[in-house]
C-alpha cells in the first residue's frame, strides 16, 4: 500500500494546506459519527469499519449518515463518517500528519482546490476495478449501472491512462436559471442565440434590472465550458482544454472571450462584492428578488434557496446556454461531483466496496430523498416537478456538454480557476481590459500545456 509522508503531503497540497490546521481549530459545522446498524444493534462488531469523508452541500448530511448505515447493514462494515461545509478545513490536518479518510466526496472546482492538488501529485488510488465489482446487496455490476459517458472523462480519468481514479456522483444539469414569471409579466422570451441575448439585455436595463449575475466566478467553468462546446464544437473543446498551442489564438476562442466579455457589462454591478463562498447566495437572491435575470447554476440551486424569500409568483426556469449563431447547437454542461480513494489509505479494499455501493438502489434512493441524483441509468424516469423539469433539458434540444481542462503538475500561484474564472471579476467591475485576461490565459497556458499530468 502507497503511503505518504507529511512532508510530501506538505510539498504536493503545498502551503494553503498547511493553513488547514489553523483554520481547524476554529468553530465547525462538522458531524463525525460512527454509521449504526450492525455495528450498534447488539450483533458482533463488524470485521473491518472505513473512515468516509463527505462535504456537505446543499443538499445537506444526514442523506450520507442513512448510506452509511445502510451499507453496514449490507457489509458489517462499520463507517466512521464526517461531514463539514468545509471539508478541507476538516481533514486537511490529519492528512498531513498521515491520517487519511478512506473515502473523500469532494469536488474539483471548489476554491481550496484540494481535489486538484492530490490528482496534481498522483496521491489518488486506481479505482478501475470498481467499476467491475458487482454492487453490494445486488447481481450486477457497478459497470452497468452507471450512465454512459460518465467513466470517460478528465473529471473520473484525469490522466488519459485508460484508468478511473475518480468516480461520478451527483450529477447537474448546468445552464442558466431564472424567474420563468417575472420574462411571462414583462413579455419576454428566453434568448436562443446570444444576438437575442444582448437584445434582452438592453430591454432589461430599460425596465431598471439587469441581464446577469453569478454566485461566483467558479460557477464559470460550467459556462465557460458550455460555451466552448456552442462555439466549436467538441474538436475545439478538446484542443482548448488541453491547452494546444495557438488554441487561444482562433476565432472560436476570441468568440469565447468576447460573450463573455461583453456579458460582464450586463451584469449586476454588485456581484463582485459578494462573489466569495460565504455571501455567493445573496447573488442568487439577486434572481428571486427580480434584480437580475439569468445565473449559471445547478439543479441543486432550488435546494439550496428553498427558504429564501422571493418575488411574488416566483417560478424556477432553466436554459441551455444560447446559440453562438441562428441555427447553432445550444449546449448545457452536466456537472457531477466525485468520490475517490487517497492513495495513502489503509482499508482501500472496503472503501472499494463502499463505492460501489453508492451506486445501489438502495443508495441511489436514498440519496434521491435529499434531490442528490446518481447517474444511473433509468434514475431520472421517477423524477417530479422542478427536477422533471431540469432533468428534461437534453430531450429539448440541448446537446451535453461533458470533460474539463486536463490536469497538469502544480505550478505555483496557477490554477484554472484563478487564470480563467476569477478575472470576471475584474472583467465586471472594468479594472482589466479583455485582452489582459486573454494575455494572462495564453501566458499560464504556456505553462500548464508544459506541465502536463501524462
Known sequence: MKRISRRNFIKIVGAGAAALGLAACGSSSSSSTAASGAASSGAAAPAESIKVAAIETAYGSEMWQKVADAFTEQTGIAVELTTDKNLEDV???SMQGGDYPDVVHLATGREAALTEQFIKGNLIADITDVLSMTVPGETVKVSDKIAGGFTDTSLTNPYNDGK????PMFYSPCGLFYNAAFLAENGWEVPQTWDEMWELGDAALAAGTYLFTYPTTGYFDAFF???????GGPEFFEKATHYEEGIWDTPEAQTCFDIVTKLATYTNPITPAQAND??????QQLVLDNKAIFMPNGTWIVGEMAEA???EGFEWGMTALPAVSEGGDRYSYTWFEQAWIPAGAEHIDAAKQFLAFLYSDVACELFAESNAIQPVLGIADGLEGDNKLFYSIYDNGAKA???NFAAFTAIPGIEI???FFDPVNSLVSGSITEQEWIDGIKSASDQMRANLVE
Open 164 to 167: 478511473t481514479y475518480l468516480a
Open 278 to 283: 460565504q455571501d455567493f447566495t445573496q447573488n
Open 309 to 311: 424569500p422571493r418575488a
Open 225 to 231: 465550458y458550455a460555451l466552448m462546446y456552442a462555439a
Open 91 to 93: 481533514i486537511g490536518p
Open 417 to 419: 480557476r484563478t487564470v
Open 401 to 403: 456538454a461533458m470533460g
